[in-house]
T-cell receptor, first 113, second 113 residues
C-alpha cells in the first residue's frame, strides 16, 4: 500500500493564480480531509469528506474548493491564490470518521507571492 | 465549540530527562483522543490513541498518556527522552457523532544530546 499520497511536494504560485493539490489513498478509507499547517497555529481543518459525493467545510474553508468523485481521490482547489494561503497542506484519511486514527500524506509546501 | 489546548509551546530537555506534555480539551461528551508526532521534514504519525477502557494508554517508542476525564486532560509522558524524540507533538480530539478532528497548536520538543 502506498498509503496517502500528495502531489506536488512544492509549489510556488503568483497571487491570483489557481491550482489543484492532489490527494489519493489506497486504503479504501471513507473519510478524507485537508488541513493547513501554519507556525504556532497547529493544523486547521479546511474541508473534509465522509464518502464519495459528500463534502463539508471545516474551520478555514474560504478560498478553497473540494470534490470527492471517487473513494480514492480528494483534490483541493485554490480558486485565486493569495499570500495568506502560503502554508503546508496535509491530506489525511481514516477508515471511519471521528473514531479512527488518521493517516497523513507527506504534505505540499505552497508559497504564494 | 470544541477546542484543544497545548500549553507548552516549546520544551527543551536533556537526554534521559522525563517528559510530560499537557493537553486539555473542551467538550462535555464522549471523546476520542490522539497524540501525533511530526519529526523534522516528515508528516504526522500516530503515537497513541484513546477510545475507551483503561485511561492509561501506551503507544510507540515508550510514550504513554493518561486520560483524566474530570480534568478534561490527556497528557503525554515519557520517562526518559532520547535525542531522536526531537519533534513536534500534537494532541487531537474527535467526538462521537461529528466528523471533525480538532488539533492543538503543537509542542516543539528539542532534546539535547
Amino acid at each position: 500500500n502506498a498509503g496517502v499520497t500528495q502531489t506536488p511536494k512544492f509549489q510556488v504560485l503568483k497571487t491570483g493564480q489557481s491550482m489543484t493539490l492532489q490527494c489519493a489513498q489506497d486504503m479504501n478509507h471513507e473519510y478524507m480531509s485537508w488541513y493547513r499547517q501554519d507556525p504556532g497555529m497547529g493544523l486547521r481543518l479546511i474541508h473534509y469528506s465522509v464518502g464519495a459525493g459528500i463534502t463539508d467545510q471545516g474551520e478555514v474553508p474560504n478560498g478553497y474548493n473540494v470534490s470527492r468523485s471517487t473513494t480514492e481521490d480528494f483534490p483541493l482547489r485554490l480558486l485565486s491564490a493569495a499570500p495568506s494561503q502560503t502554508s503546508v497542506y496535509f491530506c489525511a484519511s481514516s477508515y471511519r470518521p471521528g473514531s479512527n486514527e488518521q493517516y497523513f500524506g507527506p504534505g505540499t509546501r505552497l508559497t504564494v507571492t | 465549540a470544541q477546542s484543544v489546548s497545548q500549553h507548552n509551546h516549546h520544551v527543551i530537555l536533556s537526554e534521559a530527562a522525563s517528559l510530560e506534555l499537557g493537553c486539555n480539551y473542551s467538550y462535555g461528551g464522549t471523546v476520542n483522543l490522539f497524540w501525533y508526532v511530526q519529526y523534522p521534514g516528515q508528516h504526522l504519525q500516530l503515537l497513541l490513541k484513546y477510545f475507551s477502557g483503561d485511561p492509561l494508554v501506551k503507544g510507540i517508542k515508550g510514550f504513554e498518556a493518561e486520560f483524566i476525564k474530570s480534568k478534561f486532560s490527556f497528557n503525554l509522558r515519557k520517562p526518559s527522552v532520547q535525542w531522536s524524540d526531537t519533534a513536534e507533538y500534537f494532541c487531537a480530539v474527535s467526538t462521537s457523532g461529528t466528523y471533525k478532528y480538532i488539533f492543538g497548536t503543537g509542542t516543539r520538543l528539542k532534546v539535547l544530546a
